[in-house]
């Protein structure tokens, strides 16, 4: 499919964020409402959408100063993970599509909200999601693979920085692999 005028490639529900706020009483007020921004990644058969971000935890919502920063990180643009706060990212991919094997340095939780996806994991483990699956995601090495020849499938993910794991010894940090090299490296 080709890519639209927000970026979006898929045929699946655009989709809207909307951001509340309060007035100056204090009551509840929708501060805005957007559709999701989309950007095609590799070759077109992957496409992302950075929905928020926060840049501390707590963030600080006083004077909208989450928003502020979110609009100033969105200018900037940002890896997978945002060092010290959180990413909400939807993911759309293409009928047949295999991301590249890859680690976070992050705590994840990835929701299939259309089709159905293959989580496969370098240790060989392989679990097939369908809608409303969610996967949590500690700072592994994986892959999501979409086995359907004829239907995208859409994940979203709520990234969250974590401390630098060590397992035997070893470091493991964010690892983009050579096959999403596209990517800005996170910082992390």
Not at 34 to 43: A, C, G, N, S, V
Not at 60 to 76: G, P, R, S, V, Y
Not at 106 to 121: F, R
Request: glycine share 10%; proline share 5%.
């Amino acid at each position: 499919m080709a890519s639209s005028q927000n970026g979006q490639l898929s045929d699946l529900p655009q989709l809207k964020r909307l951001i509340t706020s309060h007035n100056d009483d204090g009551k509840a007020i929708v501060h805005s409402s957007k559709d999701f921004p989309w950007q095609p990644l590799d070759e077109d058969r992957m496409a992302f959408s950075v929905v928020y971000s926060t840049s501390s935890f707590p963030p600080d919502l006083n004077k909208d100063a989450d928003i502020t920063t979110n609009e100033a990180l969105m200018k900037q643009g940002v890896g997978l993970v945002n060092p010290g706060g959180t990413i909400i990212r939807c993911v759309d991919f293409a009928p047949g599509y295999r991301c590249g094997m890859h680690r976070t340095q992050s705590l994840d939780y990835g929701i299939v909200m259309e089709g159905s996806i293959d989580m496969v994991l370098d240790s060989g483990d392989i679990e097939h999601m369908k809608r409303g699956d969610v996967a949590i995601q500690r700072a592994t090495q994986h892959q999501w693979v979409n086995t359907s020849k004829t239907q995208w499938a859409r994940m979203m993910f709520v990234l969250q920085d974590c401390e630098e794991l060590e397992i035997g010894g070893k470091k493991l940090g964010e690892d983009l692999g050579k096959d999403l090299n596209f990517l800005p490296p996170s910082g992390n």
